[in-house]
């Protein structure tokens, strides 16, 4: 029920925009989140994003990252500027139980299925 979008190969310092469909209008009054894995690591959280926009960002992508919904919660976005190697991972997105904004794997019972990210030094 959630398509991920939008990964690619950059250098260093550019930017992405990640793209999450919903495939129904199921989503507009749950909070949505990205998460990322990289190799060998366990996934992380990154942003999330309510209801009613507000937002929440782990303190590594705080400034460089944007998460964004459309209002009829059918499509999340994240914009990703001034990537870094460390950046490079699978993103996936999430759709929460509740309507506030988590950082916990564990509040998100939707996943999209990830899109590779590789930051190039």
């Known amino acids: 029920q959630l398509q991920a979008s939008g990964g690619g190969l950059v250098q260093t310092g550019g930017s992405l925009r990640l793209s999450c469909a919903a495939s129904?209008?199921?989503?507009?009054?749950?909070?949505m989140g990205w998460f990322r894995q990289a190799p060998g690591k366990e996934r992380e959280f990154v942003a999330s994003i309510g209801w009613k926009s507000s937002t929440y960002y782990v303190d590594s992508v705080k400034g460089r990252f944007t998460i964004s919904r459309e209002p009829l919660g059918n499509a999340l976005y994240l914009q990703m500027n001034n990537l870094q190697p460390e950046d490079t991972a699978v993103y996936y997105c999430a759709a929460a139980r509740g309507s506030t904004p988590t950082s916990r794997l564990s509040n998100y019972n939707y996943w999209g299925q990830g899109t590779q990210v590789t930051v190039s030094s």
């Open positions: 129904r209008r199921i989503f507009s009054n749950n909070a």
